[in-house]
């Protein structure tokens, strides 16, 4: 049984008995694929690094399961197979800001996004680290800026609109996602063009949302933040308390029995953005755990298809 729930700003789709994620008919993610290049994400001294060599990037590859101690950040591009749309996203990996899966919650999902006419970014961001890090915390959010500063400013050459550009997030990489899309005025580094790094979309998969401690991933919070931060930084990067009228459409996913990330992240931000009038929809699944039950390489595709929905409504994909 599934109960629809509509306002004027945001719709929440309830599936109470779980069969949407069991049904069969759902098929198969296509398997991971070789990205056409990697790009160096800074051009030159990276804000706030330390202590680290700028010009031995990290290495990248579809087998990077889980990539721990990224410093020198990087872009896998992965262009749309067929009939492209001109819709570019950036992936941002999850792994509790303490590592990236890199596998499943990138490559794979830039393969999807790809079959559907969508240009990826994989983006392999640094981990919080106060040992390579000036500031731990601007560290993520300095290199999500700049990967939609890099795409929106190369747009023509990658035949992309550079109105079409969205940002997705697993996790803890759907926080980072979040803080993208609340904080790109913020000013953490001086970019070297005047080019917006305002997403045009976010697509938000069990992602953390609040830095609250009563409902965030511990693990997340410590890694960014530190378990005693005050509360200004808490409520800094507590994405459902920054939320404008500017702040861009949202989808998101989370499954009602996720013991790693609470399901009331997603409901805060979809309430947030429906009282500042924003464009969001949210499905919550009644199983599916943290990942939804998802081992790397295999399907997802009983939210891909809701998401894809979602997209072509809104005109980013055909």
Known sequence: ?????????TAICLTIGGTQMANAQFPGMPAPKEP???????????????????NKPDEVG??????RDVKVPSIAYYPADENPTGTAVVVCPGGGYAGLTYTFEGVSQATWLNSIGISAFVLRYRLPNDEFMEKRCDGPLQDAQQAVRYVRSHAKEYGINPDH????????????ASVASTHFNDEVYKPAENVSARPDFAVLIYPVITMEPS??????????IGLDADQALTDRFSSEKQVTKETPPAFLVHALDDNLVPYANSISYANAMREKGVECELHLYARGDHGLRAKPNE?????HDACEKWLRMNGWTK
């Open 215 to 224: 409902y965030t991933h511990s693990g997340s919070r410590e890694a960014l």
């Open 299 to 303: 399907t997802q595709s009983f939210w």
């Open 62 to 67: 579809t087998n990077s399961f889980f990539a």
């Open 165 to 176: 550009i969205g940002i997705m997030g697993f996790s803890a990489g759907g926080h980072l």
């Open 36 to 54: 056409q290049k990697i790009i160096k994400l800074w051009d030159g001294k990276i804000p706030g690094a330390k202590n680290i060599d700028e």
């Open 1 to 9: 049984m599934k109960t629809t729930i509509l306002t004027a700003a």
